[in-house]
């Protein structure tokens, strides 16, 4: 008796083994998680983009960079968005990190501190000093939606808005009553960030660091060290600097710090020769598939937490490198640059059939609401997608919803995840849901491509 119940044991865990839902998804595990993988050589330098174009695109990415050190007074940071972010949270008390809701007093001592009946008290040009984040409200304590996670799968903290890199300009809106807060703009959006991450702006310093002479980094996890070979900030694929000059072994760059006064000081810093190139790097498919398999596999990153990317962040950096700047918000990336087509109202065979005819491959990004994707070619006849995503909705028997975490940088086709037994079938398949497709070739003065 004893020997059957063995038997039965093991019976039950085999049976589990064989019916364990695999821990990745089917395209994941079955197409090569590299770019060069369906890099042709035959076309490997051909340019996506003729020179022409690139240095337009790359001219109007200049001038929006800088375009918050040409401003006076608030451009997104309304003040009736900046008062919004507070009430919003008046009647969301949310929890902390300690999993423990939060007291109503929470949200009120934070507004008190926010000085907000005096907004705007601080107008003036800045830089960020260090990688730093842009906060909802003044704090770097987290906000969650549920104890322990939602159907997201993963507590996403509520008061992340974006990350931003170091020596980025900024323009200072705001100073928090204890002045360890200072709400910016960057040219993408605002919020908050402790006031030791940046430094002051002066006419000169603007001048000096606006030469029109960049580098851009095209490695991740790349230092940045300072003449003594002290590390100063980590810079990943996208980040700017003015260029110095550059030798074999290393590029030297202009790193902006701060002055015992709290002035921005510039100082020169340096990174491996291979790390940097001058901006914009030539757009051809050998180079895309060289900075897109830089972000391969690189964990996802709500708003930039951990100094990962979520989808628009891995869009925008890889852009960024090729001088072709996009908004931060997936939708905004999608409607604001380039040539829109729309794929509303069409069945998921139209819709990859006009991707597959039009789409310019690592030049076209791929739109449904709250998801960015950068469409990269095609194999056997099935659209491929490069992009950062959380999870896939699943539902189970019991109807609650769930997600099966990818939680990485991925290629995939335009349905990943249709293997899945508990897949959502009611949410529909990336394919079902893509609203919109852009390709980012620049328009002519009449505004036709």
């Given at each position: 008796m004893k020997k059957i119940g063995c038997l039965f044991v093991s019976l039950i865990f085999c049976l589990s083994g064989c019916l364990a839902m695999p821990e990745g998804i089917r395209d994941v595990r079955e197409l090569p998680q590299d770019h060069a993988s369906y890099l042709d050589l035959q076309t490997a330098e051909e340019?996506?983009?003729s020179p022409a174009e690139q240095a337009r695109l790359d001219e109007h990415f200049n001038i929006i960079f800088f375009s918050v050190w040409h401003q006076e007074r608030p451009f997104h940071a309304k003040p009736e968005k900046v008062g919004q972010d507070f009430i919003k949270y008046n009647f969301r008390p949310g929890y902390g990190e300690n999993k423990k809701r939060l007291p109503l007093s929470w949200s009120k001592k934070l507004r008190e501190n926010a000085l907000l009946e005096q907004y705007p008290n601080a107008l003036g040009r800045g830089i960020t000093i260090r990688n730093t984040n842009l906060r909802e409200l003044p704090t770097g304590s987290p906000h969650f939606t549920e104890r322990?996670?939602?159907s997201r799968g993963w507590p996403f903290d509520n008061l992340q808005r974006s990350s931003v890199p170091a020596n980025t300009p900024v323009f200072v809106c705001h100073l928090s009553a204890d002045r360890a807060w200072a709400l910016v703009e960057t040219t993408f959006t605002f919020g908050w960030i402790?006031?030791?991450?940046?430094?002051?702006?002066?006419e000169k310093f603007a001048r000096e660091w606006e030469s029109g002479r960049y580098a851009v980094i095209v490695r991740d996890r790349t230092p940045v060290l300072d003449e003594g070979g002290r590390f100063v900030f980590m810079s990943s694929v996208g980040h700017i600097f003015p260029m110095i000059n550059g030798r074999p072994d290393k590029t030297e760059v202009s790193v902006a710090v701060a002055g015992p006064d709290g002035q921005a000081m510039i100082r020169p810093g340096y990174v491996p020769a291979a790390a940097a190139a001058a901006k914009p790097l030539r757009l051809t498919r050998v180079n895309a598939v060289r900075i897109a398999n830089e972000m391969i596999g690189e964990p996802y990153g709500w708003g930039g937490l951990y100094g990962n990317r979520d989808c628009s962040a891995m869009t925008r950096d890889f852009f960024t490198v090729f001088g072709i700047w996009l908004p931060r918000h997936s939708e905004d990336q999608v409607r604001e640059a380039g040539i829109f087509i729309d794929l509303q109202g069409l069945s998921a065979e139209e819709k990859e059939k006009v991707i597959l005819?039009?789409?310019v491959p690592y030049l076209s990004l791929l739109?449904?609401?709250g998801h960015v994707m950068l469409y990269i070619g095609s194999k056997d006849g099935r659209a491929l997608i490069f992009h950062?995503?959380?999870?896939?909705?699943?539902k189970d028997l019991r109807g609650r919803e769930g997600r099966k975490i990818i939680g990485q940088a991925v290629i995939t086709t335009l349905q990943?995840?249709?293997e899945l037994v508990n897949a959502d079938?009611?949410?529909g398949t990336l394919l079902d849901n893509i609203a919109a497709m852009n390709i980012l070739k620049p328009l002519s003065e009449e505004g036709a491509p």
């Amino acid at each position: 008796m004893k020997k059957i119940g063995c038997l039965f044991v093991s019976l039950i865990f085999c049976l589990s083994g064989c019916l364990a839902m695999p821990e990745g998804i089917r395209d994941v595990r079955e197409l090569p998680q590299d770019h060069a993988s369906y890099l042709d050589l035959q076309t490997a330098e051909e340019q996506i983009l003729s020179p022409a174009e690139q240095a337009r695109l790359d001219e109007h990415f200049n001038i929006i960079f800088f375009s918050v050190w040409h401003q006076e007074r608030p451009f997104h940071a309304k003040p009736e968005k900046v008062g919004q972010d507070f009430i919003k949270y008046n009647f969301r008390p949310g929890y902390g990190e300690n999993k423990k809701r939060l007291p109503l007093s929470w949200s009120k001592k934070l507004r008190e501190n926010a000085l907000l009946e005096q907004y705007p008290n601080a107008l003036g040009r800045g830089i960020t000093i260090r990688n730093t984040n842009l906060r909802e409200l003044p704090t770097g304590s987290p906000h969650f939606t549920e104890r322990d996670g939602d159907s997201r799968g993963w507590p996403f903290d509520n008061l992340q808005r974006s990350s931003v890199p170091a020596n980025t300009p900024v323009f200072v809106c705001h100073l928090s009553a204890d002045r360890a807060w200072a709400l910016v703009e960057t040219t993408f959006t605002f919020g908050w960030i402790p006031a030791e991450d940046y430094a002051v702006v002066d006419e000169k310093f603007a001048r000096e660091w606006e030469s029109g002479r960049y580098a851009v980094i095209v490695r991740d996890r790349t230092p940045v060290l300072d003449e003594g070979g002290r590390f100063v900030f980590m810079s990943s694929v996208g980040h700017i600097f003015p260029m110095i000059n550059g030798r074999p072994d290393k590029t030297e760059v202009s790193v902006a710090v701060a002055g015992p006064d709290g002035q921005a000081m510039i100082r020169p810093g340096y990174v491996p020769a291979a790390a940097a190139a001058a901006k914009p790097l030539r757009l051809t498919r050998v180079n895309a598939v060289r900075i897109a398999n830089e972000m391969i596999g690189e964990p996802y990153g709500w708003g930039g937490l951990y100094g990962n990317r979520d989808c628009s962040a891995m869009t925008r950096d890889f852009f960024t490198v090729f001088g072709i700047w996009l908004p931060r918000h997936s939708e905004d990336q999608v409607r604001e640059a380039g040539i829109f087509i729309d794929l509303q109202g069409l069945s998921a065979e139209e819709k990859e059939k006009v991707i597959l005819q039009k789409g310019v491959p690592y030049l076209s990004l791929l739109w449904r609401k709250g998801h960015v994707m950068l469409y990269i070619g095609s194999k056997d006849g099935r659209a491929l997608i490069f992009h950062n995503i959380w999870g896939l909705r699943t539902k189970d028997l019991r109807g609650r919803e769930g997600r099966k975490i990818i939680g990485q940088a991925v290629i995939t086709t335009l349905q990943p995840g249709r293997e899945l037994v508990n897949a959502d079938r009611t949410a529909g398949t990336l394919l079902d849901n893509i609203a919109a497709m852009n390709i980012l070739k620049p328009l002519s003065e009449e505004g036709a491509p």
